[in-house]
């Protein structure tokens, strides 16, 4: 059950990028910032190693003449999360 734990999500701030990303379709980089309560670097670097891994895909546009980026999962993220989130659950499903 612990081999299927996966250790992009060990950091809380990718566990609650890729949580947020579950459930909403696309989500802005300010957006992420406020609901994480983090700085923007911390999450630029937390974004690009989920992007490196190919969980996360980026989208950049404009709104007027702001860019606007956002992020949604890939369904190779969507498949790795939802696999270490069951591992999670037998675990701690184990210890009861």
Do not use: Q
């Amino acid at each position: 059950m612990i081999e299927n734990l996966n250790k992009i999500f060990d950091s809380r701030i990718r566990l609650g990028i890729m949580s947020t990303l579950m459930v909403n379709a696309d989500i802005s980089f300010n957006e992420l910032k406020e609901l994480l309560n983090i700085t923007d670097g911390n999450l630029a670097s937390h974004l690009k190693t989920l992007e490196e891994n190919e969980y996360v895909k980026i989208h950049k546009g404009f709104i007027g003449k702001k860019t606007n980026t956002t992020y949604a999962v890939t369904k190779a993220g969507e498949k790795a999360f939802k696999i270490h989130l069951t591992a999670l659950e037998k675990m701690i499903g184990s210890m009861k």
